[in-house]
Nanobody, 131 residues
Framework: QVKLVESGGGLVQANESLRLSCVVS????????MGWFRQAPGKEREGVSC????????YVINSVKGRFAVSRDNAKNTLYMRMNALKPEDTAMYYC????????????????????????WGQGTPVSVSS
């Protein structure tokens, strides 16, 4: 059984920073790409970042480019996302997720799934940014 445990969220002011963590168990962590999704109140879940199993590159959406950075520690089965210069529009619940394979190509379209391949979404970690 795959378990995803997100942490690190909180209530911050604009331009402050947070680092999210996600500890993964129940799958071969270094066989899969990993990334973050977020869901703001009243909006659909969207992909934010992805890092392939090899960590040779990483990807973030345009709205967070230059502010967010995703990384992973395969020895600790842990995914991270450093979020700098936070904006009120970053307010959302943040979820980590494994990709379908070692690459990020098909990671993003998992945003809308209610039956993810790994079983179920984690509880998420909330990020609230005040202006």
């Amino acid at each position: 059984q795959v378990k995803l445990v997100e942490s690190g969220g909180g209530l911050v002011q604009a331009n402050e920073s947070l680092r999210l963590s996600c500890v993964v168990s129940g799958l071969r962590f270094d066989d899969y790409s990993m990334g973050w999704f977020r869901q703001a109140p009243g909006k659909e879940r969207e992909g934010v970042s992805c890092i392939p199993a090899s960590s040779v590159s990483s990807y973030v959406i345009n709205s967070v480019k230059g502010r967010f950075a995703v990384s992973r520690d395969n020895a600790k089965n842990t995914l991270y996302m450093r979020m700098n210069a936070l904006k009120p529009e970053d307010t959302a619940m943040y979820y980590c997720a494994p990709g379908r394979d070692a690459y990020c190509g098909t990671f993003w379209d998992q945003a809308s799934t209610t039956s993810p391949h790994w079983g179920q979404w984690g509880q998420g970690t909330p990020v609230s940014v005040s202006s």
